[in-house]
């Protein structure tokens, strides 16, 4: 039988409730770390989650914890994003535990995010242990937020632990509740191999590491071992835990969490979700997997040089490797050349992959206004799904578009329900549910997942003053009146600025990207043009006159070095721009549509 001294968690925060801090706190108690080596931030390893604040790969810690009643316990914890972008890594986590800690802010509340995980959690049957942090803020309210719990959750949350991850209070406190009401784990030591693959990356040393949840059996070093779901066979080099550093071990058992290194190549040989079983002696099946997470926002990514599209290509593929949820694939556009039309989660993952791109692989790109996905039933029958504006057959080939919904929950506190009801509905949401709870109010919609792309979460932020959260997931699509607004520069209709928008607000939407374009477009040597059309249709025109003086010519005079600096400052906008016929178009104007107000 599984080792009954075993805890598997993982922990559930929102966003800046403070998982991280506490998760180093539990290092810190269980001394996982020296001090020397407690960097303030251990979890959230890559340098752009650590400026972002967030994170993005789940990550697993073993410590050993040394209860109140003498016995050692082995605590295994599994940290999980806490973006909506990354829902899906939740609960893959989630599935790996018997508990869940979930962490809320006692200054803030619970949001709309903890709520989604914990039913989740829930639903996987795992005990839910609830903690109030931040208590050392003179803003918590313990109680209420207590309530709010109880309330809009639904758990038993009068004993819940009051910490503060920043002081240390209670932290002793937690990890005994956790040891007391999360069960040890269950499975047979004996039983074939059936080993969980939580999450995998590639590591340019190691080659492809996958973290595992061992549910039975037993993993050792030298084993012949099988992914059940592509049936290859891989020879174990290496299986540990991680304290958060890599420690080996020779096995790993029923129960355990840790890592596999397997001579695995390419990480789709290994996918997340998979099941790893004895080759000798293969489990009869594999454990449920996963589903397979499908992109629900594209763009295109174009290198500004096209001596870079080789780049391109190369750094998608190794970015690939440890994001199974980034696609792409080649596009071609008039006005941008040769380049990729990429898959991600949301807006914050595209964020995410445009600076990596960026920075790790020193690229310089020009990204187009994201996109989600359209079905368009043509009139001979047929059904399409595209998702590039330039796809978009002639509207007389048209039958029916439709067009992704969300179901979208939202919390806010009631001083600024109206606010929120008013966004909402501006962003053609209908309302289906409003549950008052405590202080806050839960409001649910259906809403057209393009306009929540395209600035919605900010816009949220922004009347609520940061205060209203929210989940969603995808629905169904539904039938709605789209178009695309085309820009044409000098009569040339530029592919790349396309958008597809509803047709009550079309009219508007064009207009506002002319002018928006006509704000972000340098002046040249000659008037540019700038126009929006549907089909044949002008709805709006405007101008960029001629330039008449050089640049430079205004410095004269003045000191030389002023005059360096901005040469060089022109000299890096224009690696941003972008030849288009005549005209040179900046990068702003390709995502000019994301900043319609
Ligand atoms: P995460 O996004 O859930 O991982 O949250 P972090 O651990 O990164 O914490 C978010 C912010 O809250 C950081 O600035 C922390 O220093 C701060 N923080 C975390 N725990 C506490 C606490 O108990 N008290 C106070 N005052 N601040 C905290
Ligand atoms: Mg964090």
Not at 36 to 48: K, N, T, Y
Not at 272 to 297: H, I, M
């Amino acid at each position: 039988q599984a080792n009954q001294n075993i805890r598997n968690f993982s922990i559930i925060a929102h966003i800046d409730h403070g998982k991280s801090t506490l998760s180093d706190r539990f290092i810190q108690h269980c001394e996982g770390l020296s001090e020397r080596e407690m960097s303030a931030q251990v979890l959230d390893s890559m340098d752009l989650e650590r400026e972002r604040g967030i994170t993005i790969k789940a990550q697993s810690v073993s410590l050993d914890y040394k209860a109140r009643n003498g016995e050692t316990y082995r605590l295994n914890f599994i940290d999980t994003p806490g973006h909506v972008d990354f829902s899906y890594e939740v609960s893959r986590s989630l599935s790996a535990c018997e508990g869940a800690l979930l962490v809320v802010d006692a200054s803030q509340g619970v949001e709309a995010q903890s709520v989604a995980n914990c039913y989740t959690a829930i639903n996987l049957d795992l005990e839910v242990v609830p903690v109030l942090n931040k208590i050392d803020l003179p803003a918590a309210d313990p109680d209420r937020v207590c309530q709010e719990i109880e309330d809009i959750i639904g758990i038993d949350a009068l004993d819940a632990v009051h910490c503060s991850a920043k002081t240390g209070i209670g932290i002793e406190d937690i990890l005994e509740e956790l040891v007391k009401r999360i069960p040890p784990p269950q499975g047979e030591v004996d039983a074939p191999l059936k080993a969980l693959i939580i999450d995998s990356w590639f590591d340019n040393y190691l080659g492809v590491v996958s973290l595992v949840r061992v549910m039975q059996g037993r993993v050792a070093k030298k084993q012949k071992i099988r992914a059940m779901h592509t049936s290859m066979d891989f020879q174990v080099d290496r299986v540990g835990i991680f304290t958060p550093k890599m420690k080996d071990r020779d096995y790993l058992e029923a129960g355990e969490v840790g890592f596999i290194i397997a001579g695995i190549k390419e990480i789709d040989a290994a996918k997340v979700g998979d099941t790893f079983t004895d080759a000798s002696n293969p489990a009869q099946t594999a454990l449920e997997g996963f589903q397979e997470v499908q992109p629900r926002v594209f763009a295109g990514i174009f290198p500004v040089s096209s001596d870079d599209y080789e780049g391109l290509r190369d750094a998608l593929s190794k970015l690939n490797l440890n994001d199974a949820s980034l696609s792409y694939e080649p596009e071609t556009s008039q006005a941008l050349g040769f380049g990729f039309r990429c898959g991600f989660l949301g807006m914050l993952h595209m964020e995410i992959v445009q600076e990596r791109l960026e920075r790790e692989y020193d690229l310089d790109l020009i990204t187009t206004a994201p996109t989600v996905i359209y079905e368009v039933e043509q009139t001979d029958g047929e059904v399409i799904r595209m998702h590039n504006p330039s796809q978009m057959p002639p509207i007389n080939k048209i039958s029916e578009i439709r067009e992704p919904i969300i179901k979208a929950n939202i919390l806010v506190p009631q001083d600024y329900l109206g606010n929120v009801i008013t966004l909402c509905i501006e962003k053609r949401g209908v309302q289906t549910n409003m549950q008052y709870m405590g202080t806050q109010v839960n409001l649910s919609y259906e809403m057209p997942l393009s306009e929540v792309v395209l600035d919605f979460f900010d816009r949220l932020k922004s009347v609520s003053r940061g205060y209203a959260s929210f989940d969603y997931e995808l629905s169904h699509f539904s039938a709605a009146k789209l178009v695309r607004v085309d820009i044409l520069i000098n009569g040339d209709r530029v592919d790349a600025l396309a958008v597809i928008v509803h047709a009550d607000f079309a009219q508007a939407r064009g207009r506002d990207l002319a002018e928006r374009m006509k704000e972000i477009i340098p002046r040249q040597m000659f008037d540019v043009a700038i126009q929006a059309s549907i089909g044949t249709n002008i709805i709006a025109r405007t101008n960029v006159r001629a330039l008449r003086k050089n640049v430079i010519a205004k410095c004269y005079g003045g000191d030389v070095s002023r005059k360096r600096k901005l040469l060089d400052k022109q000299k890096k906008g224009k690696k941003r721009m972008k030849q288009v016929g005549n005209v040179e178009i900046p990068q702003e104007a390709f995502l000019a549509v994301l900043r319609v107000d």
